[in-house]
């Protein structure tokens, strides 16, 4: 029957951890108004924390930075392995801003204390927006099974763990890369290719990771890792190096383009990250769909149409869903997820923040005005009105001038 319909359990949850019990209350009293929306958990502990998520499925858990017996990273990292769909987000003072970006590995987004109302509850309605846009129901028949998905490299969070810390040396991270032999060669030939545009043969990881730095290299790595994953004989090897060029591209022209803007450089190795993985739904497509795919390809490039949009009639989702949904299920921080998810469509975002997102939909329709041929090109349009409202409408020539000096040599 209708009325059966139990609503309780279909709202929201969001569970809130924190050891002292002003902020419990202060936290309480702020989102009474939402108890209609979210069911909201409250615990004073880690152990607490994790009784109540035995119990109940959680969407989110916002945990304290500094709690005493477990802090807030430990927490979180139990709570990626036991509960790996969980959102997970940290709360603290923003003078622990150097600790939280070494906790990076277990956190999607970082909330800062004294919390300000507006911004908090915003921040976990955007989330609830991103992961509705993720909703599964159109992806998970695509991509199949979820165990099946290649995960991340072994050794990806030791080395995420390592960048973050500030004693980090070349060195630490030279051993983390090199022990996969394989790896280190693929980055050794693409360092050199064409792409970075380096004046001398650069002939070792040391010296690839002193030239384009440790950030650039960590996106590499991802990078090749999915290419590798996903690429396979039955995929027109043409098609796979045109995405590869393309979204080495873009990794390159949003951090640039980001690094004109501000200098964190955690936003900007970000933005690497997005840039480089922004397509990685495509790989997914091709590798799952291989010939309903193909055709979709080739009418969209025939009736010149943007890509997305004929997969959007085709599969009911696009590119950009899938390949959001895929960096979400390895955990890697929701700005990268959300550059991803909304890279054709970026004003359907909640924030107007500048963010990796801002860079890599600029960078993106900019490739593919500048290089491309054909494909997305026509179709692809820069959201003019999006640029505005971040105040960047103005720099848009400055951009399109680095990314044409940057292209000049492809
Ligand atoms: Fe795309
Ligand atoms: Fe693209």
Wanted: proline letters at 3%; hydrophobic letters at 40%.
């Amino acid at each position: 029957m209708a009325y059966d319909v139990n609503y309780e359990e279909q709202k929201k949850s969001i569970l809130i951890v924190d050891d002292e019990q002003n902020i419990l209350t202060g936290l309480k009293h702020l989102l009474h108004k939402k108890k209609r929306i979210w069911n909201i958990f409250y615990a004073t502990g880690g152990k607490e924390a994790l009784n109540i998520m035995h119990e109940k499925s959680i969407d989110i858990i916002i945990a304290d930075m500094r709690m005493p017996v477990m802090t807030g990273v430990e927490l979180l990292n139990i709570v990626k392995s036991q509960y790996p769909g969980t959102v997970r987000f940290i709360l603290s003072a923003y003078s622990d801003r150097e600790m939280i970006m070494r906790s990076i590995g277990s956190t999607h987004q970082f909330l800062t204390k004294p919390c300000d109302s507006v911004k908090f509850q915003a921040a976990i309605a955007k989330t609830f927006a991103l992961r509705d846009k993720l909703g599964n129901d159109k992806i998970i028949p695509i991509i199949g099974d979820i165990s099946k998905l290649p995960s991340l490299p072994d050794y990806y969070d030791d080395l995420q763990r390592k960048l973050k810390d500030p004693d980090c040396s070349v060195s630490d991270v030279e051993e983390i890369i090199s022990s996969d032999v394989a790896m280190s060669a693929k980055i050794l030939q693409l360092v050199n290719s064409a792409f970075f545009g380096v004046p001398r043969k650069i002939e070792g990881m040391r010296h690839a990771l002193t030239l384009l730095g440790v950030e650039m290299i960590q996106s590499l790595v991802l990078t090749i890792h999915i290419f590798d994953s996903f690429s396979r004989e039955d995929v027109e090897t043409f098609r796979i190096n045109k995405l590869y060029t393309h979204c080495v591209n873009v990794a390159l022209a949003s951090s640039r383009i980001m690094s004109n803007i501000c200098d964190d450089q955690f936003r900007i190795s970000n933005t690497a990250i997005a840039g480089m993985l922004h397509d990685a739904g495509k790989l997914v497509l091709m590798k799952k769909c291989p010939d309903s795919y193909r055709s979709v390809m080739d009418r969209s490039q025939k009736e010149q149409t943007s890509l997305h949009m004929a997969e959007q009639e085709e599969y009911g989702t696009s590119h950009a869903e899938i390949g959001a949904y895929l960096l979400g299920m390895w955990g890697l921080p929701d700005e990268i997820v959300e550059a991803v998810a909304y890279h054709h469509s970026p004003g359907e975002n909640m924030t107007r923040e500048i963010l990796p997102l801002a860079a890599v939909h600029t960078a993106n329709v900019l490739e593919h005005e500048l290089i491309q041929d054909g494909q997305d090109a026509i179709a692809l349009k820069m959201d003019t009105d999006y640029l505005k409202e971040l105040a960047l409408m103005e720099r848009l020539p400055d951009f399109r001038k680095l990314c044409q000096e940057l292209f000049k040599t492809k």
